[in-house]
């Protein structure tokens, strides 16, 4: 029987085990699946952690429904009825700027009378489907923020694409690739050659697919419906790993995968321990993967160190409802970097999935550091909570100390896509040649969501059985 080993356990390395688990079954294929993680529990960045009646998400707190990755590994894992969509309150996304909390417009009508954008901004914005826009430059890899100047304008790359793409990736547009990180995006520009050109034509094509009778995104918010469990996201994570009972090996740290007599791995734990197998699957982060692989091939380590990490610190706060004066009806706010605030944002979580907290509570979640900002992660608790204080002061009015208080730091949080990934993925693709059976899967290549992690596990495990 062919034997694989999987490294890591968060969510790509889990969802590869359970699909390449039910894939092997569906086609006959006999197939030992061995899934090792370092920590003494599986989920990597997913923890829902309760306490005091919140329930605080350290890392993500939902996906996506506008995508169907995760939601058919849900249907398939039978936990789909126990999904918790967030409500309506999520579709209201604010951005923090010049002293006050802004709307983000959902159309043209909004977006004229918003204050967000000054009027030569919405001028220059209007600008976008005309001739006078340049194209995008050929054969070069162009920058977040590049592109945002070229099509939209100065202002509206400080105060739209800057904060999203914090929001995101905790990322700098000044180095993200726009390739890489919205891919989608650079596509329509080809295609249609402009975004609100592209707007136009996918909304007319919508209508005509209503009237058309075909089935349509359930999409509330922008990209979808932000969709958890009412534990917790966690509750896939553990799912998951309860439904690979046996696969799943915990607490055990993998320091090297070499090549024996017959090209059979050798994958080399620090306890001393060493398992063969047939195929490796690498679901840890890439710099992790790059460690384990040095001596196998150094080329491959070497480029998986070049693709970055940005640091982050989550901070929950929970209030007494009756303490926080301003509404709290929408998803929450993001800072752009010009207003020289500490936090990138805050998401208001018990508005979004009202069980975040007990009935006469509010949860807070503050996000600070990011790429722009690597230093915040070395900051102390009370500078932390002194800082976040004070921005939800500034921003919001609260000046009364929290209830409540949870600090999570992620010194290594989310791969940054810089300029040159592209690049750098198309070079691993190459040296993979040489190692039959090793596949490189999770978060630091083709996207950072979870249902990017979800598709990319599905095609790992697809490649994996192909071999086979
Ligand atoms: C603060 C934060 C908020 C986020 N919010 C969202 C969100 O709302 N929605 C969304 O879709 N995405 C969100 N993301 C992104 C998403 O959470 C991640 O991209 C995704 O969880 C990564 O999963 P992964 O399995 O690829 O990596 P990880 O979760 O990092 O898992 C990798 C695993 O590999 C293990 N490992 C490492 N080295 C070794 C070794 N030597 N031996 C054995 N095991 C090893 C690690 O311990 C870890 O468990 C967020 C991320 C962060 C940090």
Same mark, same amino acid.
């Given at each position: ?13 889990? $969802? #590869? ?18 899934? *090792? %993680?370092?920590? &003494? ?37 039978? /936990? ?7 409500? =309506? ?10 002293? %006050? ?28 489907? #005309? ?45 993200? !690739?726009?390739? !890489? ?30 009237? =058309? ?12 419906? *932000? ?29 090297? /995968? ?12 620090? =306890?001393?321990?060493? @398992? ?9 982060? $890439?710099?992790?993967? $790059?460690?384990?692989?040095? #001596? ?6 070497? /480029? ?59 949860? @807070? ?11 915040? /992660? ?44 592209? &690049? ?13 059976? @090793?596949?490189?899967?999770?978060? !630091? ?9 979800? $598709? ?5 495990? =697809? ?6």
């Amino acid at each position: 029987m062919k034997n694989i080993i999987i490294i890591g356990g968060g969510i790509s390395g889990l $969802a #590869t085990a359970w699909l390449l688990r039910a894939k092997a079954q569906a086609s006959g294929k006999e197939l030992e699946i061995t899934l *090792l %993680e370092k920590e &003494e529990r599986p989920g990597g960045k997913i923890r829902s952690i309760k306490a005091d009646g919140y329930t605080c998400e350290w890392g993500p707190n939902g996906f996506l429904d506008s995508k169907p990755q995760t939601l058919d590994l849900c249907r398939a894992l039978g /936990v789909d009825g126990n999904l918790h969509r967030s409500n =309506d309150n999520a579709r209201k996304r604010f951005i923090y700027s010049g002293g %006050e909390l802004h709307q983000l417009p959902d159309g043209g009508p909004t977006f004229l009378t918003s204050r967000l954008i000054s009027w030569p901004g919405k001028l220059r914005l209007a600008l976008e489907p #005309t001739p006078f826009i340049a194209s995008a430059p050929v054969g070069v890899d162009e920058t977040l923020a590049d592109f945002g100047r070229r099509r939209l304008g100065g202002e509206a790359l400080d105060k739209l694409i800057a904060p999203m793409v914090s929001g995101i990736f905790a990322g700098d547009p000044e180095t993200m !690739s726009l390739e !890489s990180c919205f891919p989608r995006i650079a596509e329509l520009e080809r295609e249609y050659g402009g975004l609100i050109r592209a707007m136009i034509m996918l909304s007319k094509k919508k209508k005509k697919d209503i009237a =058309d009778g075909k089935v349509v995104s359930s999409a509330a918010g922008p990209g979808g419906v *932000l969709t958890s469990f009412r534990e917790g996201i966690q509750y896939l994570s553990d799912a998951l790993a309860t439904s690979l009972d046996g696969v799943v090996q915990t607490g055990i740290t993998v320091t090297s /995968v070499q090549r024996g007599a017959g090209g059979v791995y050798q994958v080399t734990s620090s =306890d001393g321990a060493c @398992l063969e197998a047939d195929q490796v699957i690498m679901a840890s982060p $890439a710099f992790a993967a $790059a460690e384990m692989l040095a #001596t196998l091939d150094n080329d491959i380590s070497a /480029v998986l160190r070049q693709i970055p990490y940005a640091s982050m610190t989550v901070v929950c706060f929970g209030y007494r409802r009756e303490q926080i004066k301003r509404s709290l009806d929408g998803f929450g706010y993001l800072i752009p970097k010009k207003e020289g605030r500490s936090t990138l944002g805050t998401l208001w979580d018990s508005s979004m999935f009202e069980n975040r907290a007990a009935e006469n509570n509010v949860l @807070l979640r503050s996000m600070m550091g990011g790429a722009c900002f690597p230093e915040y /992660v070395n900051l102390s608790d009370d500078e932390v909570v002194a800082r976040v204080r004070q921005d939800l002061q500034m921003t919001m009015g609260i000046d009364v100390a929290p209830e409540f208080v949870r600090i999570f730091r992620h010194p290594q949080a989310i791969p940054q896509y810089t300029v040159g990934h592209g &690049e750098r993925l198309q070079k691993l693709a190459y040296l993979l040649k040489s190692h039959q059976g @090793l596949i490189l899967t999770g978060n !630091s290549y083709r996207g950072i969501g979870l249902n990017d992690c979800v $598709a990319a596990a599905e095609q790992a495990a =697809d490649e994996a059985l192909a071999k086979i």
